[in-house]
C-alpha cells in the first residue's frame, strides 16, 4: 500500500509530459502553415513549461503516517518520490487575423453583384417603365374621378371660355369708371342674354319651317325613288317598298327602345339646364374675383414650385384666351359666308344651319366636317343634287380660306397646334367626354404646350444662373 502514492505521481508525470510533447507538435503544425504565429506558439510553450516546473509541489518524505489526530501529517518514502499532476498548459495565442488559404487551395471567384449582372439598357428600361406605370395610373385615377364628375368639369370649362371671351369687356368697363362688381355683372347679364337670344332664334327658325322641311322631305325622298327606279343600278320598285316595309316594322319593333332614348333625352336635357347653370355662376365669380381664385390656387402648389407656376399661370390664359377668341372669330366668319351661300341656293332654314356651323366650328376639323355634312344633306333632300353639289363648293371653298389663311392670321403662333395633334386629341376628348371632350381637347392641348414650354425655358435659366454663380464664387 505504500508504494501506490507513488506510482499515481509516475503516471501523472508521464501525462504531463505527453501533454506538453503533443502541445509542441500542434505548435510546429501551426508554424508551418503561419511562421509568425509559429514562433509565437513557440514562445508561449517555453513560457508555459518553465512556469508549470515553477508551479510543481516538492516531493513529500517516505515516513508512516501517525495515528493519533493531533500529530502531524506523515510524508511519504523517500524512495518513492511523487509529484502531483502539473497544472493545464496556457492557452495558445489566437491571431487577430484570418490566416491566408494554403497555396494548394482552388481559387474561388467572388459573386458578382446582381445590379451589375443586369445589362444597362434593362435597367434604364426598367427605371423608365416603372416611372411610365405610375404616370399611367395617375393619369387612369384622373379620368375615372373627371368621368364621374363630367357634368361639373364640363360646366367649369365652359365658364372658363366664357370668362375668356367676356374678360375684355369688364376691363374696357372698368376703365370707363364703372366698379368692378356692376361691371361684371353687366357682361354677365348681356353675354347670357345674347347667348338666350341665338338659342331662342334657331328654335323658332326650326319649328317655324318644319312643316316646310318636312314637304319637301317627302318630295325628296319621293324623287330619290324615281331617279333609283330609272338609274342604272336596275333597283325595282318591290325592292324599294321592301326597304320600307324593313324600316317601319323595326321602328315598331323598337319602340321600347325609343321611348327609353326619349327619357333618356328628357335626363339630358336636365343635366344640361343645371350644366348651363354651373357655367353662369362659374361665369359670374370668374370675372369678379378671377385674381383672388388664383392666387388661392397658388397657395395649393409647393413653395419651391410656386415661382414657377406663377409665370406660367398667366401666360396659359392668355392662350386660352387668343384661342376662344380666334375661334369665335373663325366661327362667325364661317357661319356668316356658309350661310349667304346657302340662303342664296334657296336651301330652307339658312338661319338655323349658320348656327350649328358657328356651333360646330369649336370642334377642330371634325366639326366643320359635320355641319358642312348637314348643309348638304339638307339641300339635296329638298333642293335637289345640283343644289347639294353647290352647296358642298361652297363649304368647301370657305373651310379651305379659314384653314390656310384666317386660323394662322387670327389664332397665331401661339396657339398653333400640329394637325396630328389635333386630330388624336379631338379623338380621345370624343372617347373619354363625347362632344365636349371633343370642344375642351384642342385649347387644353394648346395651353399644356405653353406651359411645358415655359417651365422648360424657365428650368434652363435657373441652370445657366447658378453656373454663373458658381463660377464667380470660384474666381472670387
Do not use: C
Not at 368647301?396 to 400640329?418: C, D, K, M, S, Y
Amino acid at each position: 500500500m505504500s508504494k501506490v502514492p507513488g506510482l499515481l505521481g509516475a503516471l501523472g508525470a508521464s501525462l504531463t509530459r505527453m501533454g506538453q510533447r503533443l502541445d509542441e507538435r500542434r505548435v510546429e503544425t501551426e508554424a508551418r502553415a503561419d511562421p509568425e504565429a509559429g514562433l509565437d506558439g513557440r514562445a508561449a510553450d517555453r513560457s508555459d513549461d518553465s512556469s508549470a516546473k515553477a508551479a510543481a509541489p516538492a516531493p513529500v518524505s517516505d515516513r508512516t503516517p501517525d495515528p493519533e489526530p493531533a500529530a502531524p501529517r506523515p510524508s511519504p518514502p523517500a524512495d518513492a518520490v511523487a509529484t502531483e499532476p502539473a497544472a493545464a498548459p496556457a492557452a495558445v495565442t489566437v491571431p487577430d487575423h484570418v490566416p491566408a488559404p494554403p497555396a494548394y487551395a482552388p481559387a474561388v471567384a467572388a459573386r458578382p453583384d446582381p445590379v451589375a449582372a443586369v445589362p444597362f439598357g434593362m435597367r434604364v428600361a426598367a427605371e423608365i417603365g416603372w416611372r411610365l406605370l405610375v404616370l399611367a395610373g395617375t393619369l387612369w385615377v384622373l379620368m375615372r374621378v373627371i368621368s364621374a364628375v363630367r357634368l361639373v368639369v364640363l360646366a367649369f370649362v365652359a365658364a372658363l371660355f366664357i370668362t375668356a371671351l367676356l374678360q375684355p369687356t369688364v376691363s374696357r368697363l372698368k376703365r370707363m369708371g364703372l366698379p368692378r362688381g356692376l361691371a361684371t355683372a353687366v357682361t354677365t347679364i348681356a353675354g347670357f342674354i345674347v347667348m338666350g337670344l341665338i338659342g331662342w332664334f334657331v328654335v323658332w327658325q326650326v319649328m317655324d319651317n318644319l312643316d316646310t322641311l318636312s314637304e319637301k322631305v317627302r318630295a325628296g325622298i319621293e324623287e330619290l325613288k324615281r331617279w333609283l327606279l330609272n338609274s342604272p343600278f336596275h333597283v325595282t320598285e318591290d325592292q324599294i317598298n321592301q326597304v320600307a316595309k324593313n324600316l317601319s316594322d323595326t321602328i315598331g319593333h323598337n319602340t321600347n327602345e325609343i321611348t327609353s332614348a326619349g327619357l333618356q333625352g328628357v335626363t339630358v336635357l336636365v343635366e344640361v339646364l343645371t350644366g348651363i347653370l354651373l357655367a353662369m355662376f362659374s361665369t359670374l365669380f370668374l370675372l369678379y374675383d378671377g385674381k383672388n381664385i388664383w392666387q388661392w390656387v397658388l397657395r395649393l402648389v409647393p413653395e419651391q414650385a410656386r415661382p414657377a407656376m406663377a409665370g406660367a399661370g398667366p401666360r396659359a390664359w392668355r392662350t386660352l384666351t387668343a384661342y376662344v377668341r380666334g375661334t369665335v372669330i373663325v366661327a362667325l366668319i364661317d357661319a356668316i359666308f356658309i350661310g349667304l351661300g346657302i340662303y342664296f341656293l334657296h336651301v330652307p332654314m339658312a338661319v338655323p344651319l349658320s348656327v350649328f356651323i358657328f356651333l360646330f366650328a369649336f370642334i377642330p376639323l371634325v366639326g366643320a366636317v359635320i355641319s358642312g355634312a348637314l348643309a348638304v344633306v339638307v339641300a339635296l333632300v329638298t333642293e335637289g343634287v345640283f343644289t347639294a353639289v353647290m352647296v358642298l363648293v361652297v363649304v368647301l371653298l370657305v373651310q379651305q380660306i379659314e384653314g390656310h389663311v384666317l386660323q394662322p392670321f387670327i389664332l397665331g403662333r401661339a396657339v398653333r397646334v400640329h394637325p396630328l395633334a389635333v386630330v388624336l386629341s379631338v379623338a380621345a376628348g370624343g372617347l373619354i367626354g363625347g362632344i365636349g371632350g371633343s370642344v375642351v381637347a384642342v385649347p387644353l392641348v394648346a395651353v399644356t404646350n405653353t406651359v411645358v414650354g415655359y417651365l422648360r425655358a424657365t428650368a434652363r435659366e435657373n441652370a445657366l444662373r447658378a453656373a454663373g454663380e458658381q463660377a464667380g464664387r470660384q474666381e472670387e
